[in-house]
């Protein structure tokens, strides 16, 4: 049998992995971990968000994987690089960074067959004090996400308590974008959103592998998609921030694949 058709799928379509199946995600999502880690240096005001990509691309190289969106649907890049009001999906180009900007870095890879999906918040030079406000709500509001999974919780129950944090810190939730289920697939069912109200949507299985990726916006929650049919941006251009962890749902929880080796997942300029 094909091994990617192993094992039970719910009435959803979300697939039930195998106890054997966590360890591939281990190694694909510990990859994408590293490459955000070494990050670090190279984000800096001056450099173009197309050679941080080229940086991303030789070390997918050099560990021997493939980038998951280099040729998805049309993508050529090994990231997506969303500075300041990007939303999400910013396409690496020509843009050089400024003093003061605020950028996710999302990189998927693939190690034997298994997708390691991650984002995190970077900043070029010296941070303000309201884009360090929205980066930790951003952050702290993933991790409230990832408290909510454990078996016979349900998928609104990740998003009530994302949207009940980030909404007390009077800030927004964006609607537009989701989560996804991921495993030897980038993009499964369900959609994980970041909002919803508690015990509504699919019930938590032990074997579930999925992202949650909040955006969070210093503004409204409405965002717009620019003419290259890619970057997503707040329409009212303020700033927004997104977080993104890889996790599998354990016999009594959660085991995240994309912590960061180096202990630099929040804050990664330190
Ligand atoms: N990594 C993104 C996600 O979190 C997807 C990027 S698809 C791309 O799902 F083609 F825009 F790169
Ligand atoms: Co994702
Ligand atoms: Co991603």
Redesign the pocket.
């Known amino acids: 049998m094909d091994d990617r058709h192993r094992g039970r799928v719910t009435k959803e379509g979300i697939r039930i992995h195998e106890a054997a199946d966590f360890d591939g995600m281990h190694k694909a999502g510990r990859l994408a971990a590293e490459i955000l880690d070494d990050l670090c240096y190279v984000v800096q005001p001056g450099v173009t968000t197309a050679a941080i990509d080229r940086v991303i691309e030789d070390k997918v190289n050099a560990a021997g994987a493939k980038s ?2 280099i040729g ?2 049309g ?1 050529r ?1 090994a ?2 690089i969303s500075v300041n009001h990007v939303v ?2 910013g396409i690496p180009g020509d843009k050089v960074l400024k003093d003061g900007d605020i950028l996710n870095i ?3 890879v693939i190690v034997d067959g298994w997708f390691g ?1 991650t ?1 995190r918040m970077y900043v070029a030079g010296k941070l303000s004090r309201k884009a360090e406000r929205l980066i930790q709500v951003t952050h702290d509001s993933l991790m409230k996400g990832i408290e909510a999974v454990r078996p016979g919780n349900t998928f609104g129950d990740i998003g009530h308590a994302i949207q009940a944090y980030v909404e007390a810190q009077r800030m927004s939730v964006v609607r537009d974008f989701c ?2 289920g991921l495993g030897r697939v ?2 499964a069912p369900p959609n994980v959103l970041h909002y919803g109200r508690p015990g509504t949507g699919p019930i938590l299985e032990e074997g579930m592998f999925f ?1 949650i ?1 909040p955006m969070v916006n210093l503004g409204r929650p409405e965002t717009k998609v620019l003419a290259d049919d ?1 970057t997503a941006v707040t329409r009212d251009k303020s700033l927004s921030a997104q977080f ?1 962890h890889s996790v599998g749902v354990t016999a009594d929880g959660v085991e995240i694949f994309t912590p960061s080796p180096a202990g630099k997942f929040h804050p990664t300029w330190g």
Do not use: M
């Open positions: 998951a969106t998805y649907k993508y890049h990231s997506c999400c999906h999302d990189v998927t999906d984002s989560g996804h980038f993009h992202t990726e890619w993104e």
